[in-house]
């Protein structure tokens, strides 16, 4: 086959594969979908259908008492002794559109669209009209027996106490929507152009609060002040605005999660109901309910029952979860969960069946599986070009004489003597600050924890001060030393050579699962390769490329620690495969003009690299075992995965099982995939294969 | 009388340890000349060999390649080797490499030539021996002769100013000899300049114009071809009767 395949062709193509093979892959395939289990699992909603008898606009509705009442478009007042199943019409005195209910205090009190409030004081009374401030207003609430606070456009805002109507004069302009009082003193009024107002003596006088950023132009339509450090609003655009300060400070807007930390619903919203601390149901037009258990982090959008079409108005709630929600064309809600999604057809598993405890397994298992294919990826490519790097450092002959071998010699001694003043000072620097340490003995093996720039000086001053040592008394000659009955030539030390050796013999003498912990715990490299990101390239955000890559900081100190880890090991291989090419190779390559580093890229790595597939393949399947160890570092791979299944089903032998068959899964793909690159690879002549 | 191409000074080589390998060798390869060096084992040939393109460091003596000296920590010893070919005992072919690729890697990467002009540079040359067929073939595929040859067009194609060979044919079996031999013989007849360390006395005899007889580190008998029928020094008469025995 002569034909030149690109990328991953060269090593897989469906296309090469015989037939035979390609039938069995495409059986299995369709058995493995064929014979899993289909899931008779399905989500309803939590609201039932009232039937209300009625088909007017529904605006507002109150709980009063062991009742609910709702009202609507041409003074239609409804009410329910049942929690709101079932109801029936109360007449009414007056036919202009009811807009918003109160009830507080035994009393009872609701506003119409002409700005009349009528109020009932008692379950048995009549309502009474209490006159008609003004028109435009928007919503009343009580705060007393026999007072209460309207608000209504262009900043209007009424007070009614001791039987009198009284404007308070603000200096507001901006239109109100909503107002909610915590007591007879405290209050919040909302309105448009992000106005949130408060007052703290029972409506005499209101400040302005500062609007959030990002909401200083949302038109605030519901707010609820649920108690002195729980207060919520919500904008029509969807946005949730919310305060745990007294006095209803420092507004801001909640960043809700499961929209994807966005600060809005997506969603056009018309009022709010708190129900508890941190429990709100939200409601809207096109048939929008929303529930949060959370304060709003994570809401969950309502299914709606079939055959409703409506826009809703208001909630009333007895308590936590029983309640009512009110909409236009009559439709009436009730519900006694607060209208959580129902789960129908879920039952507690039994972790003793073994489909039953795969079911639950089996999404965390490929969770794992991902998560342990993307370390060892990223750490297989990283292994490797540390290896290359280091069995190149370890092979190239770059030795002291040669570094200055073909220099003026004078120029050799003043570097030398500069080496000298700077080792030295290095060298001292870094001494004095051991003393410090309080070490004492065999402690100062621990120096390089304890001070480790210092450390770091006291190192390189010494080998700066031998290195200019030697620079300095360059004759020319390079020749050897004699001290006492040995004989050293420092010329011929390589010091590259040094770096590679110093690196590999440090990681392959210290445990793997020790430099996990040490990377990610003690340097924190994760986190600091975070930061760096992004105080260069801005905030990483929480989805797109760079958050798959480096969302995690567990996942980069991991695939750190394994690249570094195996780049020790693999070098050692490569190492080996660069020595078994022949020297005349090496020759040949200068001999026609190539320098090394030439000659090591074009002729002797692509043929070492070739030698050393199966070794390399060994330490590849070494780096997926050794990924498992990442769990210790929190990172969600296998192995951890396997640890959380056993936490919740306690099925310790299959969930071991499972792990290991997943290993083995990633293990084995890899095996194959290199046995078919050295297949692909194979050059005529190039070492004994076998045959072929 | 042609210009001098490479003139040799008291070459000297001491090995790490203290092997005197070459003790002072002195010669001048002229333009358009083939010399043979001829001795036996351990006499020094290969060392004055490399230390010519300075795959061996000489201890002392000057090399200079068309009048510049070339042994010193100044000069650009990569520029230096693309202007001397060398062939080897064991071809040293890249095995990873097609015989097309291997050609054209020095012409590409060390001349700077694009894809193109590499490669119709070396079809001219694989042409003059004679393996236009074998471009797309890999080194592991081809005979020990046919080898040799793509190692000779890989010297060739640098368009060398003398090519150096190193008994380019110790390697092969007897009867693909031949075919190496008469490459390199139309090398010598076209005037390319060849320096040719070989234990092939006859070869020497017909393609070399001097001959150079090296014992021990030293030239022990130097003239032109003609000194292998009549050799002056006894060492030499030694020497030829001895591989006269094994042929």
Redesign the interface.
Known sequence: MNSRRVGVERIFSWSALEEKTRVGILVSVFLLVAISPAIGQSTESGWDIAESSVDSDLNAAAVYGNEIWAFGDGGLMLSSSDEGMTWSTVSSTTTANFISADSAYESMAVLDSTGSVLIKQGQDADWVNIGTPSEGMTDLVLIGEESLILVGDEGAIWKYSASNWLKIETQFTQNLNDVSFLDENNGIACGEDGTILFTDNGGTSWDSRESPLGATSSNLVSVSYYSRVRMFAVSSNGEILASISEGAQNWYLVEIESEGYSTSLNMTLTSIEVVSGSKILFSGPDNYLGFSKDGGNKVEHNLIPEGVDTSFNDHAMINAFKGIVVGDKGVILFTDNSGENDQVGYEIPDYNNFGEFVEYADDMMLDGFKATVKIVGFGIIFGFLIGVILAMLKTAPTNLKGLV???PNVIIRIIGGGLIVIGINLFWNGLSGFSELGLDGIEYIFTPVGDSRGFAKFGLGIAFTLLGLLFLSNNGKFSKMKIGRLTLNPWKIRPLNWIATLYTDFFRNTPLIVQFMFIHFGLSLGMEIQDAYESSFGAIGTDGFDYWLLGESAFISAIFTLGLNSGAYQCETIRGAIAAI?S??M?????????YM?TMK??IM??AI?ICIPPIGNEMVNLVLNSSLAMVIGYAELSRQGRLIIAWTFQIFWAWGLVMISYFVVTWTLALLLRRLEEKTK????GITGGG | MPEVVLSIRDLEKTYPGGVQAVRGVSFDVHQGESVAIIGSSGSGKSTVLRCI?R?IEPTGGVIELVGTQIN???ANV??I??????V?Q?F?????LKVLENVT??LR??RGMSKSEADKVAMEVLERVDLLERVDA????LSGGQKQRVAIA??LA?KPEVILFDEPTSALDPELIGSVLKTIRGLADEGMTMIIVTHEINFARDVADRIVYLDHGLVAEEGPSSIINNPKTERMQRFLASMNEEH
């Open positions: 071998e073909g220099r022949p005349g190779q020759e040949a390559g200068r001999s026609i003009g190539l320098t030439g074009l002729v692509p043929q070739r050059i005529p002549g190039l | 393109n795959l010193t920590p100044k990569n520029e080797r693309s202007r001397i070919g060398m080897f064991s040293e072919l890249f095995a990873h890697l020095g990467h060390v890999y080194p592991g595929n890989r010297a640098m």
